[in-house]
């Protein structure tokens, strides 16, 4: 059985108006490409991978992406986000099966 998927996220929980923040996320998935065989059966292991990433600030997006099946295991993606207002920041994973993965964090801009 797979492991549930554990999203990480790197991001500093204060910042001056107007800073420009690194912001660093890793989610722990398998990423079955849907290539694979399994070798009991010699059946087709069905496609299992994380699709989109988004992150909202104060519930708007401010950067997504989609992923394809190339991407590794584990995911990683680094990005940079403006500093303009104390609020959430908001980190959302979806997979193949429907499935969201979301890890909240404050932040304080002074």
């Known amino acids: 059985m797979a492991k549930k998927p554990k999203p990480r996220v790197k991001a500093p929980k204060s910042a001056s108006a107007g800073e420009v923040m690194e912001i660093k996320t890793l989610i722990s998935h398998e990423m079955e490409s849907g290539q694979r065989k399994d070798r009991a059966t010699g059946e087709l292991i069905p496609r299992q991978i994380i699709n989109k990433f988004e992150c909202k600030y104060n519930g708007e997006?401010?950067?997504?992406?989609?992923?394809?099946?190339?991407?590794?295991?584990n995911p990683y993606v680094a990005f940079y986000v403006t500093a303009e207002e104390s609020g959430e920041l908001e980190f959302i994973w979806h997979d193949d099966n429907g499935e969201i993965y979301t890890h909240s964090q404050e932040l304080a801009v002074t």
């Open 61 to 73: 997006i401010v950067f997504s992406v989609d992923l394809h099946p190339a991407i590794s295991a």
